[in-house]
T-cell receptor, first 115, second 117 residues
Framework: GENVEQHPSTLSVQEGDSAVIKCTYSDSASNYFPWYKQELGKGPQLIIDIRSNVGEKKDQRIAVTLNKTAKHFSLHITETQPEDSAVYFCAASIESGGSNYKLTFGKGTLLTVNP | DTEVTQTPKHLVMGMTNKKSLKCEQHMGHRAMYWYKQKAKKPPELMFVYSYEKLSINESVPSRFSPECPNSSLLNLHLHALQPEDSALYLC????????????????FGSGTQLSVL
């Protein structure tokens, strides 16, 4: 099955700095790569996603890059703010059991933005 | 409305109790999911319903019994749970999972924090 590795497990930055989280996946058939942000006491919320036919996608301060050849994708947050502090999960989606799709999550990165 | 609503938010139950978790969405999504999340771990898939039919069961013990009464509702019935089943149970939905070659955006609820004593 698919295996997603995520690094680092914790990341501490100063407000205004950039943060980068990296993930690798194992199955070349994976074709959809979302990133989720989970704040304390809440469920994961989709913040950005990228499909395998695209190399980069940006949404304001957040960007994701995908390198299919190397099977890795990264989340970039610029001008970090204290409210960006949360656990971030990367995931890869692969077809499972016919027309079903299964998300495999990385282990998560605890991002702390210090004021 | 882009919300997935889960009730209750917290639940404490004994090992002999029977309880149910409820999930509701009004986004017209036809796929609904149950995930289990232990502290400081990623969500783990338990069940997937597609068009109100169970399509994926990730070898979950029978003490967890899912039910999808209609396209907007998803229940998880709990019976004879063990303390190690204590976790955050997350419901999620997605629009359509029968488009081959297309991964799905999942929308998660806030979860039910379950404690089994």
């Amino acid at each position: 099955g698919e295996n997603v590795e995520q690094h680092p497990s914790t990341l501490s930055v100063q407000e205004g700095d950039s943060a980068v989280i990296k993930c690798t996946y194992s199955d070349s058939a994976s074709n959809y790569f979302p990133w989720y942000k989970q704040e304390l006491g809440k469920g994961p919320q989709l913040i950005i996603d990228i499909r395998s036919n695209v190399g980069e996608k940006k949404d304001q301060r957040i960007a994701v890059t995908l390198n299919k050849t190397a099977k890795h994708f990264s989340l970039h947050i610029t001008e970090t703010q204290p409210e960006d502090s949360a656990v971030y999960f990367c995931a890869a989606s692969i077809e499972s059991g016919g027309s079903n799709y299964k998300l495999t999550f990385g282990k998560g990165t605890l991002l702390t933005v210090n004021p | 409305d882009t919300e997935v609503t889960q009730t209750p938010k917290h639940l404490v139950m004994g090992m002999t109790n029977k309880k149910s978790l409820k999930c509701e969405q009004h986004m017209g999504h036809r796929a609904m999911y149950w995930y289990k999340q232990k502290a400081k771990k990623p969500p783990e898939l338990m069940f997937v319903y597609s068009y109100e039919k169970l399509s994926i069961n990730e070898s979950v013990p029978s003490r967890f019994s899912p039910e999808c009464p209609n396209s907007s509702l998803l229940n998880l019935h709990l019976h004879a749970l063990q303390p190690e089943d204590s976790a955050l149970y997350l419901c999620a939905s997605s629009q359509e999972i029968r488009l081959r070659g297309v991964g799905e955006k999942l929308f998660f609820g806030s979860g039910t924090q379950l404690s089994v004593l």
